[in-house]
């Protein structure tokens, strides 16, 4: 600083960390000839950027962003490498875990709820007479017993041991369904209060946006962390509801306004969890449910390999969502979200053509044996198939599946209103490569020669037919009226071709 003539840290602008890190990487190692290593580099520059963060809390520090838009680590020169010292979870074990974890979200919630609910209101009054203990368990178990509330097990909720045990259970599911829906950190997590959801229109269709609303504390120039938004699918704003009311008795004892809250052991209070205690009864949750065995043990769950896992779904598909993926992790740079959470260029392309490839070959299993299909694609399929369906057929359509694989480069993608056997010559979305993201949609596929849809996307086209009629009751507008009764009709041939309710 000296030679710069910086007399004080408030004038380190981001130029002058620049020739701050210069300086340093020219300066020897510890053994002699070496240079200085990349990560001793990037712990000096780490003190800068914590100096920033605690700026309000110092006489003397930088002013200004010493590292716009990169780490301290990456103004280093630090690179890491594909090595992931925490995994993703494997596939068959998250998608067990996350079904599971929404079974009890969206179905054994309501039972559970109600029995924590009259559990808790029940102690409360009992405690407010200053019955004794023994006299408040008998009471409880009587009045529950009469309740004949049905746990997730198919047996009553009596007692409070068991109800609050439901309770828990019901807790790390919610915990699972937002961390594996979502991707967030456990301390944006845990920095969740009530009141977390936001809806925010989309344009002007009328229709809205749930939102998380967090805070983010990694790479955060403030102490409390920056508040930001992060997209709530409709699973996770059920789970952020269970936990609103489930944490209502605790909130109105403790005066907290945490989304999460524990119960300290033994004397009822109300604490705020911790990533320990979260990994702790995350791997109950899964023991509970019965997860299956990875390599005939039981899986180790952490909160931070569910970000891991929802990175690599992510991006599996296609590695232009990674621009999507960074924003939604709220990362300042992609080459953190490529190399921390899906691995380096060959790695990601590696896993994306490998994805690629089952999806094709599952698509196609399901295609050739079906007889009801609907689609363009799909009705020229089942006018050729015969010889592939049935058991008869099983061998000739692995046969044919692998010479697809190994002789063609033809690629299925999947979406949830159907398959696009991809030939770029005849798509009417102008996809190149693949289907064109931008300009894809079902109005479009249904048109397009590429298209086929199965009795698996029944529940979309019922769905989306359903929507349409009435909107259809609702306007007035002779055009609108007319778009209706067009998206309609493509729904209604789609669903006679593949078995579904369409118009009688």
């Not at 990349?38 to 003190?47: K, M, R």
């Not at 605690?54 to 002013?63: A, E, Y």
């Not at 490529?338 to 490998?354: I, T």
Request: net charge neutral; charged share 25%.
């Amino acid at each position: 600083m000296i030679h710069e003539g910086l007399s004080s840290f408030a004038q380190l602008d981001p130029p002058a960390v620049k020739r701050l890190a210069s300086w340093l990487q020219m300066r020897p190692g510890k053994a002699a000839g070496d240079p200085i290593k990349a990560d001793t580099v990037g712990s000096y520059l780490g003190i800068i950027a914590n100096m920033y963060r605690q700026r309000d809390k110092l006489d003397d520090s930088p002013l200004v962003e010493p590292f716009p838009g990169e780490t301290p680590f990456e103004a280093a020169g630090l690179v890491r490498g594909p090595k992931e010292r925490i995994p993703f979870i494997p596939d068959a074990i998250a998608v067990d875990l996350l079904s599971k974890a929404l079974l009890w979200v969206e179905e054994y919630s309501f039972g559970i709820l109600e029995a924590f609910e009259l559990w808790s209101t029940t102690d409360a009054s009992l405690r407010a007479q200053e019955r004794s203990s023994s006299t408040r368990t008998r009471i409880i178990a009587d009045t529950m017993r009469r309740a004949a509330i049905t746990g997730p097990d198919g047996h009553h909720l009596v007692g409070g041991r068991i109800t609050r045990s439901a309770a828990y259970r019901l807790a790390d599911a919610c915990f699972v369904v937002i961390a594996g829906f979502v991707g967030m950190r456990v301390s944006e997590i845990l920095s969740m209060q009530v009141g977390t959801i936001e809806h925010h229109p989309i344009g002007e269709t009328g229709v809205s946006q749930a939102y998380i609303v967090a805070r983010v504390f990694k790479m955060s120039a403030e102490p409390q962390g920056r508040i930001e938004r992060w997209l709530a699918p409709p699973p996770v704003v059920t789970a952020v509801a269970c936990l609103e009311r489930l944490h209502a008795p605790l909130r109105a004892v403790s005066g907290y306004t945490d989304l999460f809250l524990g119960m300290r052991k033994g004397r009822g209070e109300a604490v705020r969890l911790i990533n320990f205690v979260i990994v702790e009864r995350l791997n109950k949750f899964a023991a509970q449910v019965g997860v299956p065995l990875h390599e005939n043990a039981q899986w180790r769950i952490t909160p931070h390999q569910f970000r891991k896992t929802f990175a690599r779904f992510v991006a599996r598909g296609d590695r232009s969502h990674l621009l999507a993926l960074a924003a939604h992790f709220k990362h300042v740079s992609v080459a953190m979200t490529s190399r921390g959470y899906v691995g380096n260029d060959f790695a990601l392309h590696e896993l994306v053509d490998h994805e690629g490839r089952i999806e094709t070959a599952l698509a196609l299993d399901h295609l050739l044996a079906s007889d009801r299909l609907g689609g363009h694609m799909g009705e020229r399929i089942t006018a050729r198939n015969h010889a592939f369906r049935g058991r008869a057929g099983e061998q000739v359509r692995r046969d044919y599946i692998d010479f697809v694989l190994a002789e063609t480069d033809l690629r299925i993608r999947g979406c949830d209103y159907g398959w696009c056997v991809f030939q770029s010559e005849v798509a009417l979305c102008d996809g190149s490569v693949a289907p064109n993201e931008a300009r894809r949609g079902s109005s479009v596929c249904v048109k397009c020669s590429n298209f086929a849809v199965d009795k698996r996307h029944v529940l979309y086209w019922e769905d989306r037919r359903r929507r349409n009629e009435t909107l259809l009751d609702r306007v007035t507008s002779p055009l609108v009226r007319a778009t209706l009764n067009e998206v309609i009709e493509e729904c209604d041939s789609v669903l006679t071709r593949i078995g579904g309710e369409g118009q009688n």
